[in-house]
């Protein structure tokens, strides 16, 4: 059974700084493909950073030099570092995964940017 679970989520303000986490079971990070996806209220849900198995990452332009994706694979973990939020960063967040051709989310985490 693939289970995803995100933490960390909360109230910040512009500028501040958020550290999500992704605890993962019935899946290893270190043989997949992980992600951080975002979706905000009436709008698409949106790649935020991926991670692959040999430790390569992509990000949204939005996020560029600001996010870290990162994982910890004797742990079993997936992390998102978040500085310098907007308030354009307010959105649920997922943690995502994929196993034998199937899509697994997390339940989300509400990350929410205001003064």
């Known amino acids: 059974q693939v289970q995803l679970v995100e933490s960390g989520g909360g109230l910040v303000q512009p500028g501040g700084s958020l550290r999500l986490s992704c605890a993962a079971s019935?899946?290893?990070?270190?043989?997949?493909?992980m992600a951080w996806f975002r979706q905000a209220p009436e709008k698409q849900r949106e790649l935020v950073a991926l991670?692959?198995?040999?430790?390569?990452?992509v990000y949204a332009d939005s996020v560029k030099g600001r996010f870290t994706i990162s994982k910890d694979n004797a742990k079993n973990m997936v992390y998102l570092q978040m500085n310098s939020l907007k308030p354009e960063d307010t959105a649920l967040y997922y943690c995502?995964?994929?196993?034998?051709?199937?899509?697994?989310w997390g339940q989300g985490t509400q990350v929410t940017i205001s003064s």
């Open positions: 995502f995964a994929t196993l034998s051709g199937r899509e697994y």
């Open positions: 019935g899946i290893a990070v270190s043989s997949n493909s």
């Open positions: 991670i692959r198995t040999l430790g390569s990452t």
